[in-house]
């Protein structure tokens, strides 16, 4: 019935589509926590209007769905902006800004559940802003935000299935293609969610204990 | 006991100013919290203000340092204009911040829940202010920790977390972190209220030396019988307004006050007991 060949035959096809996955994973995890860092600073800084900016920023990217974020990217911001806009190109930047938006969120609560009494002993000896963030703030909120951190990067990888959409040829586009000749859906997909298993299971089990090291370190 | 004498600093002390509050008001939204408060402390003066909860005391402390930012008022600390806004709301001479944050750290601060970085160690605590603020070379700041914290009493904690110490070791280490800043005036509030009963001796103990040793201090507490001890002056404070001061002989055995009078009742009266033996003491002290 399971006929592994269908698998064994096509997988250089796969292990194509796996490489371009992890490739987009690690790329706009990287961005995505650059750009978050600078949002979530943002609106933990004291003049209001920038404190608007990255609100709006965070609201407007948690709350569209990320597919429609990437077919807008790919297919409707060329026309409005008159460029061309490659899918890779639309691809990173779509992921890049929606993660971008879940790490900024991560990064404000983070800092936010630091005690005030911190703050207020730094700023005693007479630390400056940017002394007390990296040298006392930063430091015990990037503790708490490890576990949501490692979280929001797994959904991450899985949401960059959505790639193949715009015809990224990611490892569930190269699942569709190879069902598409081979007409075996079962073992192709079967083998996409077994691969997402062990890559993803292990760093679930990792992030956990993260977790747990974090909570016990308070 | 006449009342010139009761409003006059301590005069053997020395008669340099080292903090001058001037009309300090403070509002949080509309309601006022401070309404004109003058003080000045001379050098190794030690005063001690009281007061009701919510008569202003911590909001008075964190305003020397511009842990609260005052409506109106002055302050110079050590003959540097920290703060200076007329009560119109123009602000006479505004202040940079790295001026603000050079002045403040002649100031060190106390707070009751401690507040020490809890990812540091004891003695990263206190190398912290000196070498990241002041840039001190790590050795030299190091050495200077490592003396600070023994005359605390903490020559066996130094590479301990704050996790793994008491309370009142705790509290010691926070002492020390302040005073590795070379502070001119060390400001405290309620250093001992988180305190367990048993261990509020010890951070008292370490106090007392330091007031001993000629540190200019600033306390808040509710332990009178501590104010006896160590103040030079105590200053009551009602309402945002300083209702009352003198030395302690005065404002706590012979309150004049209605309010005062009902807040050391207590201490009054278990003092009545003591008076002679107080009195003696102060004498002994003033000699
Ligand atoms: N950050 C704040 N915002 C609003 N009100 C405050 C704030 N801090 C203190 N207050 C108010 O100011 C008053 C004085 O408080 P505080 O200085 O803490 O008094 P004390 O230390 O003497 O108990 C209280 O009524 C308190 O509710
Ligand atoms: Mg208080």
Known sequence: MFDYTVITNNIGLLWQGLLMTLYFTVITIGAGLVLGLFVGLIQLSTFRPLVLLGQAYVEFFRNIPLLVTLLWVYYAFPIFAGINVTKFWAGFIGLSCYVASFYAEILRAGVQSVDPGQTDAATAIGMSYGQRMRRIILPQAFRKMIPPLAGQSIIQMKNTTLLSMITVPDLLYQASYISSFTYRPMEVYTAVGVIFLIILIPLTLLSRKLEKSGASAK | ?287
Not at chain 2, 36 to 60: Q, R
Not at chain 2, 83 to 89: I, L, N, P, S
Not at chain 2, 158 to 163: F, L, S
């Open chain 2, 1 to 287: 006991m006449s009342t010139t004498q009761s409003n006059a600093p301590t005069p053997e002390k020395g008669k340099t100013s080292v903090l001058r509050l001037d009309r300090i008001c403070l509002k949080f939204g509309d309601k006022r919290v401070l309404n004109g408060i003058d003080l000045s402390v001379v050098e190794g003066e030690v005063v001690v203000l009281i007061g009701a909860s919510g008569s202003g005391k911590t909001s008075l402390l964190r305003c020397i340092n511009l842990l609260n930012t005052p409506t109106s008022g002055s302050i110079v600390i050590d003959d540097e204009v920290l703060f200076h806004r007329q009560a119109d709301g123009k602000n006479g001479t505004p202040i940079p911040n790295q001026e603000v944050n050079r002045i403040r750290s002649k100031t060190g601060m106390v707070f009751q829940q401690f507040n020490l970085f809890p990812h540091m160690t004891a003695l990263e605590n206190v190398m912290e202010g000196p070498v990241i603020v002041k840039k001190e070379p790590k050795e030299q700041a190091r050495q200077t920790a490592l003396k600070l914290l023994d005359l605390m009493g903490l020559a066996q904690h130094v590479e301990k977390y704050p996790r793994q110490l008491s309370g009142g070791q705790q509290q010691r280490v926070a002492i020390a972190r302040a005073m590795a800043m070379q502070p001119k005036v060390m400001l405290f509030d309620e250093p001992t209220s988180a305190l367990d009963p048993e261990l509020v001796g010890e951070v008292m103990k370490a106090m007392v030396e330091l007031a001993k040793s000629g540190m200019t201090m600033v306390i808040v507490t509710h332990e009178l019988g501590f104010a006896f001890e160590v103040a030079d002056r105590v200053v009551f404070l009602d309402q945002g307004l300083v209702a009352e001061q003198g030395p302690p002989s005065k404002v706590l055995l012979h309150p004049e006050h209605p309010r005062l009078k009902s807040f050391v009742g207590r201490f009054h009266e278990s003092a009545d007991l003591l008076r002679p033996f107080l009195e003696a003491r102060q004498a002994e002290k003033a000699c």
